[in-house]
């Protein structure tokens, strides 16, 4: 693996379908009271854009600089500005564990569900960290998988786990990184590290069709189940039932998902 390391769920719409329904609201609220109109924000990993077009909304007229290792994504992501009459973007192609920015440029370098799938998690911080402004603030935000909790259990269910673990860790990342951002927070250099966490729920059947079809599909189709089958984790057969297992869980009246996060805000 590259130092930049490989994002191994890809971007098959059933994982951009997760990614596009994220906004500041829903997904980075504990940063909303240091986003000040004028401010200066590097948005790391910014997928498809709906994050980093609220944050832009929300300092403006301050500017945004929207950084992530794929062309592909990016591009969707400059899609979203425009759809917005957003132009207080910039978007680039970066690895978060060698940024090409200047020491002190940025108000605020915010980085949500990235530390998870990068190679080096402190060296991202590190990072991070060196181009952040004296007085300014690093923020991230990652799921902890160690804690996601369903209900109903039906067969299927109970191997979707394990697999994920395994093809993700096998590709360098780590799925318990929200329990750990305070930890690599301190090792990156941090004198001043605030920890919270919250969570994403799921019950609803609209939310449990959605959210099945965005797990359920992605180890069916994406490069999340190609990898499983290439590291000998799963086979397409096993991973069928995994899928079918989702739709019984969404189609279950009293579905519900919970999805712990762990948060950081950090001044240098």
């Not at 969570?199 to 189709?221: D, K, M």
Request: charged share 20%; aromatic share 10%.
């Amino acid at each position: 693996m590259s130092a930049q390391g490989t994002y191994p769920q890809g971007f098959h719409k059933a994982v951009l379908s997760s990614h596009t329904w994220r906004t500041v609201e829903n997904s980075a609220a504990y940063l909303v009271e240091h986003l000040r109109p004028g401010s200066t924000v590097l948005d790391v990993g910014c997928g498809p854009g709906t994050i980093t077009a609220d944050l832009a909304e929300r300092v403006a007229p301050g500017h945004v600089t929207a950084v992530d290792a794929s062309d592909e994504v990016l591009e969707q992501a400059a899609g979203e500005a425009a759809r917005r009459g957003l132009d207080t973007i910039v978007f680039a192609v970066e690895d978060v564990h060698a940024l090409s920015f200047a020491d002190d440029t940025f108000d605020i370098v915010h980085a949500h569900q990235v530390l998870q799938h990068v190679a080096d998690p402190v060296q991202a911080l590190r990072e991070m960290r060196r181009v952040c402004k004296p007085g300014g603030v690093v923020a991230a935000r990652d799921a902890d998988f160690g804690g996601f909790l369903w209900h109903p259990d039906p067969p299927g269910m109970d191997a979707w786990m394990p697999i994920y673990y395994k093809t993700v860790r096998d590709k360098g990342g780590e799925p318990d990184a929200g329990r750990r951002l305070m930890s690599w927070a301190r090792e990156a250099g941090f004198a001043e590290v605030t920890a919270s966490a919250s969570v994403w729920c799921y019950a609803t059947p609209e939310e449990r069709e959605w959210w099945s079809e965005s797990w359920g599909g992605r180890l069916l189709n994406s490069s999340l189940a190609d990898h499983a089958v290439a590291g000998g984790h799963a086979t397409r057969d096993e991973l069928q039932r995994v899928y079918t297992g989702w739709k019984a869980w969404a189609a279950a009246e009293d579905g519900w998902f919970a999805v712990p996060h762990g948060e950081i805000i950090c001044r240098p």
